[in-house]
């Protein structure tokens, strides 16, 4: 049934969608699945993205990525601004995608910093990153965690994350769920607001993410939270 999917997906594109478009297409569509998974199917029905053969092995990368363990793997957090978590998701728009990248607080589930963008770079999760710097102020020590994308893995990145005193962490390989409070963050987004809105323009969905930050943050119940909204959690810890 899987391949079903990605076969249709993969003629809708014109043949041209790769594992990674496609990945993001069913994730769009409702269905969780890896990436690596869609990727074997592929390979194994011959299915290939326009672009594939511009791909190329880096024999450094696995030892370059190495150097950025998980460190909020045993990390017990008890406390705003001990574990920030981020990531980026694709949002389609006609024939072609923006990005979003979120920001959140481990602790309250807070929103604390996010970026809409038409490319998926290193600058567009700095905007985030600055957002949520300035949101929060954290002390030096707060873990940083996100996927191993080469948005976070970019030297511009590491040195904005070090400059402000940031320890920074990434998903071991082949464990999404490492991440998974943003994971859950973007399912809800998307079954909230996402999938029921028709968008024609950047700017609806700047409009939609920028009314749903606040409804999300102050007045969603979240059920890791006693289904109290992140906003009021933090209003809780401080009484």
Not at 134 to 149: L, Q, V
Not at 173 to 188: G, K
Request: proline fraction near 3%; charge should be positive.
């Amino acid at each position: 049934m899987l391949l079903k999917k990605i076969q249709r997906i993969h003629k809708d594109s014109g043949s041209t969608y790769g594992s990674p478009r496609i990945h993001a297409e069913l994730q769009e569509e409702g269905h969780r699945v890896g990436r690596k998974r869609i990727a074997r199917l592929m390979q194994v029905d011959g299915i290939r993205g326009r672009s594939a053969d511009l791909y190329y092995t880096n024999p450094g990368l696995g030892e370059y990525y190495a150097e950025i363990p998980n460190r909020k793997r045993n990390v017990v957090v008890t406390a705003l601004n001990q574990v920030w978590v981020g990531d980026v998701t694709y949002l389609k728009l006609g024939k072609r995608w923006l990005y979003l990248a979120v920001v959140m607080d481990q602790f309250s589930r807070k929103v604390i910093g996010w970026a809409l963008g038409r490319e998926r770079t290193s600058a567009l999760t700095l905007r985030a990153l600055s957002r949520a710097i300035r949101s929060r102020k954290p002390e030096r020590g707060t873990i940083f965690h996100s996927d191993r994308g080469c948005e976070y893995a970019a030297k511009a990145y590491r040195n904005r994350l070090a400059s402000a005193g940031f320890v920074q962490s990434m998903n071991r390989p082949r464990r999404m769920t490492d991440n998974a409070h943003m994971e859950s963050f973007f399912h809800s987004m998307k079954s909230d607001v996402i999938h029921r809105v028709a968008f024609y323009c950047e700017a609806d969905y700047e409009r939609v993410i920028r009314k749903y930050m606040p409804y999300y943050n102050n007045t969603r119940r979240h059920s890791a939270l006693n289904y109290r909204s992140p906003a009021n959690y933090e209003l809780g810890l401080a009484a």
